[in-house]
């Protein structure tokens, strides 16, 4: 089994309260969480991803996302992930939020656009989603959700793998 990891490369769109980029959570090590997305009210952005020229079959596909809340944290802060493939959104169960920066995730082991397993080009065409919710009244402290580390893993059989274990796993019986 190999995996491989795609990390936003462009933001594609986001919403009103959404403060920060895709270079605020593209890195592989979070660097102390110093760079975050963040917002006070429920907002969302979709992220481009690097592309793959990998080969093979794809077991499933992981987006992962550390989180956590800040500010007036007597308020709640919730976090979700999900994929735009194509026009339609596939999302996961929002995550309540603790001060300590966690790394949640959401599994996907078929495409959920099409209830099959993954294709590579599945793969390169989804967008990762993220929404953040924090919160904001007047005259209230501020609780802010916040996001340092996003990416997806890709776990799969590569294509020369899986012919090689096929030879292992048949054995041919020669007649003399």
């Known amino acids: 089994m190999s995996s491989i990891y795609l990390r936003p490369n462009s933001t594609v ?45 794809i ?9 956590w809340k800040a500010g007036a944290v007597i308020n709640g ?23 300590t920066p966690t790394l949640y995730s959401a599994e996907y082991s ?8 993954w294709t590579f080009s599945g793969v390169n065409s989804l967008v990762y989603q993220m929404s953040l919710s924090g919160y904001w009244a007047f005259g209230e402290d ?12 890709v776990d799969y059989i590569p294509s020369e793998g899986a012919t090689y274990f096929l030879r292992k796993l048949v054995k041919v019986k020669q007649i003399p």
């Not at 078929?110 to 397993?117: E, K, R, V």
């Open 142 to 153: 501020l609780t802010y959700a916040r996001c340092s580390q996003a990416y997806i893993r």
């Open 13 to 57: 769109s986001q919403g009103m309260y959404w403060v920060g980029s895709y270079a605020n959570i593209d890195e592989a090590d979070p660097a102390n969480d110093a760079d975050y997305c963040q917002c006070t009210m429920s907002s969302y952005a979709y992220f481009g991803l690097d592309d793959t020229t990998e080969t093979g079959t």
């Open 110 to 117: 078929l495409d959920p656009s099409t209830s099959a397993i």
């Open 77 to 99: 802060a919730t976090a979700a992930v999900g994929c735009r493939i194509g026009s339609t959104y596939y999302g996961s169960t929002y995550v309540n939020l603790t001060t």
């Open 59 to 67: 077991s499933k596909v992981t987006l992962f996302y550390r989180c």
